[in-house]
């Protein structure tokens, strides 16, 4: 039974920092693009951050470039997001989910493989 778990969501003040988990079991999480979306109330899910199977390549939406890091550890089955300076509008709940396709090939929300339940970040301004 694969499972996806999130943590590291919590209440923090607009320019803090958290670091969010994904701890994945059940599934050769060394051969999965892990993937990072969030989800405002009202709005629709949208895509946060991506990387390859060995971490070498990331992708990010504009809105968080070069304040937010993905990273992974494979002899950890965890994929991480790094999210500095935060903004109000970056209060979602943030789920990871697992792509078993090539990073490189073309992906979609719809695509993805597995979820996890997500863990909710709050930006106080």
């Known amino acids: 039974q694969v499972q996806l778990v999130e943590s590291g969501g919590g209440l923090v003040q607009a320019g803090g920092s958290l670091r969010l988990s994904c701890a994945a079991s059940?599934?050769?999480?060394?051969?999965?693009?892990m993937v990072w979306f969030r989800q405002s109330p009202g709005k629709e899910r949208e895509f946060v951050s991506r990387?390859?199977?060995?971490?070498?390549?990331?992708d990010y939406v504009d809105s968080v470039k070069g304040r937010f890091t993905i990273s992974r550890d494979n002899a950890k089955n965890t994929v991480y997001l790094q999210m500095n300076n935060l903004k109000p509008e970056d209060t979602a709940v943030y789920y990871c989910?697992?792509?078993?396709?090539?990073?490189?090939?073309?992906?979609?929300?719809?695509?993805?493989?597995?979820w996890g339940k997500g863990t909710l970040v709050t930006v106080s301004s």
């Open positions: 989910a697992a792509d078993r396709s090539y990073y490189d090939d073309t992906w979609s929300i719809d695509g993805m493989d597995y």
């Open positions: 990387i390859s199977w060995s971490g070498g390549s990331t």
């Open positions: 059940g599934l050769t999480f060394r051969t999965y693009t």
